[in-house]
C-alpha cells in the first residue's frame, strides 16, 4: 500500500473513534438547562407562590391581631368600675326634700308683705362690694339683697314713724347724714304664695305672726329665736335667715341704743326672707 492510501486510512478511523466517543459522551452526560425563558419563569413562579405566602401570614396575623384586642378590650371594658358623675350638693338636698315631700300633703298658703320703708346705706354694682363696705360699717346691723342688677346694703324696716324717728336720731348719732350717708327709701315686697306640706306651712305661719307684729319687745325677740331655730330643712340654706342668726348673736352684746335698729333690721331680714321664697 503506498504512503497515501496508508495516511488516508488511519484518519478515517481517527475520524471514526472520536465519533464513537463523542456519541457516548453525548449519553452519558446530563444535557444542562439552557438559561432561557423556561428559567426565568420558573423562578418567578416560585417568587408569586413566595409572596402569596407571606402576604397570606400577615392577613391571617392581622386578622387574629385584631380579633384578640377587640375581645379583650371588651373583657376589660366590662370589669371597669362605673364612673361616678359628681352632684350639686344643691341638687341633691332638693331631692332629699322631694323625695320626703312625696307623698305628703300639700296645703297652699298666701302671706302679704305691705310695702314700707326702709335705710339703704349703700348700692353697689357686685356683691363683694357690698359686703366690703359692710364690713366697714360693723358697727351697725345691716342686710344685703339684690334686684338681679344691684346689690343694695340696707338696715332697718320702718313700718311706722316711731319705728323711723328711733333710727334716724340713731344714724345721726354715728355721725350719718341723711342723703348723703344714707337714704330712707320706699321698699315693695312680693306676696307670698306657696304650697307646701302642713308642718312647714306651720312654721312659715308662725314667721307670719312675728313679722306682722306691732311690738319689737323682747318677747319678741325671743319668739324670733325659737322660730329661727326651727327652720325646715328646705330653708337651711336661706341667705337672709343666716344674716337674721347674725342680728340675733349681735344683739345680746348690743347697747340699748342700737337694740330698736338691731331689732328693726332682724324683722326686715324676715321681710327679705318671705319675698324670695
Known sequence: MDEQKKVRVMLNQ?????????????????????KGLGGLSNQKGSSVKILRAVILAIVLGSLFGFSMMYFFADISGDQQPPTATPVDSNEEQEEETNEDNEGAETTALEIELPTTEVVQLGMFSTEENAVEFQDELAHLPSVITDDEEYYYLLTSLLPTDQSKDLAVEFLESEGLEKNEDYLVKSWSFTNVEIEETDEVNTWLMEGQDIIHSDDLSDEWLAQSEEWLSQVPSSFENNPYLHQANVIVNRLEQDDESSFVLGQQTLLLCFYLFFDSI
Open 14 to 34: 481517527q475520524s471514526n473513534n472520536n465519533r464513537h466517543s463523542h456519541d457516548l459522551e453525548k449519553i452519558l452526560t446530563p444535557k444542562k438547562k439552557k
